[in-house]
C-alpha cells in the first residue's frame, strides 16, 4: 500500500529537481549567453540582445505561475526585479543604479523577514516549520509535555533574524559584485556583456554563499528544537515516503 505513495514522493522530488535546473538555465545561463555572445552590432545589437535576456526570465516565470494556476510572493518579486532591470535599461542609467537595484530587493525581503517576527506567523515559521517537512504535532506534544514553548518561540526568533540576515549578505554581495563589474556604460556593447558575466558570476559568488547560510540556519534550527524536545533528527523530519 505504501508504494504509491513513495513513487509520487519521489516524481515530486524529480519535478523540484527539474524546475531548479530550469531556472538555472533560463534566469541565468542563458540570459547570460545571449548578453555576452550576442551584444556586438554585426550580431543582435546591444539593445535588442539586452531585450531577449530579459524575456527569457520573464517569459519563464509567467509560463510557470499559468502552468501552476498560482503564483506567490517570491515569484512576483523576481518578475518585478527583471522589470525594473528593463526599466533601468531602457532609462539608460549607469552602472551604480544596476548595484542599487540588485542590493534593494533582497534587502526589502530581509526586511520583511523580521517585520514578520511582530505578526503571528514569522516567515521561518511559515517556511521551515510547515507540516510538509516537519512532524509539527510530535514537536507540539512534546513542548507541551516539558512546558519549553517560550524557549521554542526564543528559537524561532533567533532563527527568523539569522534568515533576514542571509538577504542582508546578499544584498551586500549584490551590491559589490555589480560595482566591481558594471564598468562600461548603459546600452553599449561592453556593458551587456559586464551585464551577462555579472549574471553568471551571480550564482557561485552570491548564490552558493547564502545556500551554505540558510543550510546552517537550518542546522541551527533543528539542533535547538532537537535540545529542547529531546526529539532525533529523524523524529522532528517528516517521513517524506509516507
Not at 524529480?14 to 531548479?20: A, D, I, L, P
Not at 563589474?181 to 557561485?204: Q, Y
Not at 552558493?208 to 532525533?232: A, D, E, M, N, Q
Amino acid at each position: 500500500m505504501n508504494e504509491p505513495v513513495s513513487v509520487s514522493s519521489d516524481n515530486n522530488l524529480k519535478n523540484q529537481n527539474t524546475s531548479m535546473f530550469l531556472n538555472l538555465i533560463v534566469n541565468v545561463f542563458l540570459p547570460s549567453i545571449v548578453l555576452t555572445k550576442l551584444s556586438a552590432p554585426e550580431r543582435l545589437g546591444p539593445m535588442l540582445a539586452f531585450w531577449l535576456a530579459l524575456s527569457l526570465p520573464i517569459s519563464f516565470g509567467l509560463w510557470e505561475i499559468v502552468r501552476n494556476r498560482k503564483t506567490s510572493f517570491f515569484a512576483i518579486f523576481g518578475l518585478l526585479n527583471v522589470a525594473l532591470t528593463g526599466g533601468l535599461g531602457l532609462l539608460q542609467l549607469d552602472g551604480y543604479w544596476f548595484a542599487v537595484k540588485e542590493a534593494a530587493f533582497p534587502l526589502i525581503l530581509g526586511i520583511g523577514v523580521l517585520v514578520s517576527t511582530k505578526t503571528k506567523l514569522p516567515v521561518v515559521r511559515g517556511l521551515l516549520l510547515n507540516e510538509n517537512l516537519v512532524n509539527l504535532p510530535k514537536i507540539m506534544n512534546q513542548l507541551d509535555q516539558s512546558g519549553r514553548h517560550k524557549d521554542f518561540e526564543q528559537l524561532i526568533g533567533r532563527a527568523t533574524l539569522l534568515f533576514a540576515c542571509s538577504f542582508f549578505l546578499s544584498a551586500l554581495l549584490n551590491f559589490g559584485l555589480a560595482r566591481f563589474v558594471l564598468k562600461s556604460p548603459t546600452g553599449s556593447p561592453e556593458f551587456n556583456a559586464e551585464l551577462g558575466k555579472m549574471t553568471a558570476l551571480s550564482f557561485p559568488v552570491i548564490a552558493l554563499p547564502v545556500l551554505i547560510f540558510t543550510g546552517l540556519i537550518f542546522w541551527y534550527l533543528f539542533g535547538g528544537i532537537s535540545k529542547i524536545t529531546s526529539l532525533s533528527k529523524e523524529e522532528i523530519l517528516r517521513d517524506q515516503s509516507k
